[in-house]
């Protein structure tokens, strides 16, 4: 407050809080290794932009149960543009040479994107719910999950809402909307933009295989204890299988009505 009473004017400075962010990048080796801030930096951008898209798809899930299609739409294509940015800032790391990596690598002992809890969040959020996977968690954080997980979990996933969005909304099921675009306007944009995060996900995890791939190369552990067969196997996740699965009962309906034509 300024001491007339009046509200000071903010800055640049001090609105964005840049004395404060500016003070977080402390790279850990000794001497310190000219490349740790680029990796530190990275990773930090990755994480904002983590908590940017919490964000955006816990309002894009309220709006899908509230059924306003339209602002859903525009929360997810956010998000959308977010993964796209997302994926070119881990390509940055790129530039990381092999052995630059290693000289500073032991110094983040078993410190890894594995233990990041907004990444876990994301992908409560998006639907990833299966037994296995919970248990995974509860191994790495024991019975009472760290916020923001339980917050996560106490509410449905984004696709448990999507799934049942068109028979909310009287129009059948995604099969349905997807036979008649026209009909299902909305929704059938919705439904679209809703593949794209899917597979911008896949791209992410394919960004972040390769670069694992090209700094630290395959068959090795990292610094979390897992293999890159792990995150090869992790590029199959779908977060709305029932999206990608409408395409194969249209082809498959169309074929057999050829079929029988
Ligand atoms: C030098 C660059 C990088 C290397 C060598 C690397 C390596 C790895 C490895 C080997 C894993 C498997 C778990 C482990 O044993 O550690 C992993 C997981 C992970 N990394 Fe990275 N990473 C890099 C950059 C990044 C960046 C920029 C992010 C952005 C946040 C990130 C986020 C993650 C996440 C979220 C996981 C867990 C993935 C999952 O469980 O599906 N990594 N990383």
């Given at each position: 407050m300024h001491p007339t009473g009046i509200l000071a004017e903010p800055t640049y400075s001090s609105y964005l809080k840049l004395d404060r962010l500016l003070e977080l990048q402390h790279?850990?080796?000794?001497?310190?290794?000219?490349?740790?801030l680029h990796f530190i930096v990275t990773h930090q951008a990755m994480e904002l932009w983590f908590k940017v898209m919490i964000h955006e798809l816990t309002r894009a899930r309220t709006y899908l149960e509230k059924q306003i299609w339209t602002q859903a739409l525009s929360k997810v294509r956010?998000?959308?543009a977010i993964l796209g940015a997302q994926i070119?800032?881990?390509?940055?790391?790129?530039?990381?040479?092999?052995?630059?990596?290693?000289?500073?690598?032991?110094?983040?002992?078993?410190?890894?994107g594995f233990q990041s809890a907004q990444f876990r969040a994301l992908e409560l959020l998006n639907g990833l719910r299966d037994p296995g996977y919970l248990e995974q968690?509860?191994?790495?954080?024991?019975e009472s999950l760290p916020e923001p997980l339980a917050e996560v979990l106490s509410a449905p996933s984004l696709a448990e809402v999507a799934a049942e969005a068109p028979g909310a909304a009287g129009a059948g099921d995604w099969l349905d909307v997807?036979?008649?675009?026209?009909?299902?306007?909305?929704?059938?944009?919705?439904?679209e933009e809703l593949l794209e995060y899917d597979r911008r996900w896949t791209l992410w995890r394919e960004e972040h295989?390769?670069?694992?791939?090209?700094i630290i190369g395959r068959s090795v552990r990292g610094t979390g204890g897992a293999?890159?067969?792990?995150?090869?196997?992790?590029?199959?996740?779908?977060f709305f299988?029932?999206?990608?699965?409408?395409?194969?009962?249209l082809t498959t309906a169309a074929a057999e009505r050829d079929h029988t034509t």
């Open positions: 790279p850990l080796s000794t001497p310190e290794h000219p490349d740790e956010r998000a959308n070119g800032q881990m390509g940055t790391l790129g530039h990381l040479d092999p052995q630059a990596f290693l000289e500073f690598r032991g110094f983040l002992g078993s410190a890894s968690l509860r191994r790495t954080h024991g997807y036979a008649d675009p026209e009909r299902h306007g909305p929704l059938f944009l919705l439904g295989l390769l670069l694992v791939e090209r293999s890159s067969q792990y995150l090869e196997r992790r590029i199959g996740i779908r299988p029932f999206l990608w699965d409408v395409r194969s009962r």
